[in-house]
């Protein structure tokens, strides 16, 4: 099973600064975001810790770097995509990733589960 999470933000770094201005304006919001970078844009601490200590692999990608059909099997963004081998279909809704409440470990237990 292939894990990709989909960050509700564009790479490079003009979308990473858009991004940052956006968060520090209050206009923009990744739940995704703020569990595995928090302000650190280099990831943060607890996030590499919590993968460290578990078997859970997840990529990591922004929206324009996803592809046509993880973009499809996510009802909105952010959102954990899983392939399955035939077809991507959505493991955690934005919503889910939003009830973990910033937590990696919480996060990364759903994913065991799923």
């Known amino acids: 099973m292939q894990l990709v999470g989909i960050y509700d933000a564009d790479g490079g770094l003009a979308g990473e600064l858009r991004y940052a201005l956006g968060k520090l304006r209050g206009r923009s919001k990744c739940a995704l975001c703020d569990i595995t970078h928090g302000w650190n844009p280099m990831g943060s601490r607890q996030w590499k810790q919590a993968c460290a200590a ?3 692999e997840l990529e990591l990608v922004h ?3 996803a592809t046509a059909a993880q973009l499809a099997a996510a009802a909105q963004l952010p959102a954990i995509v899983a392939h399955d081998g035939e077809r991507w279909s959505e493991a955690l809704s ?5 009830a973990c409440a ?5 996060l990364l237990e759903r994913l065991a589960e799923w």
């Open 94 to 98: 934005t919503a889910d990733i939003t």
């Open 63 to 65: 929206r324009d770097e």
């Open 54 to 56: 578990t078997p859970v």
């Open 102 to 106: 910033g937590s990696p470990e919480l």
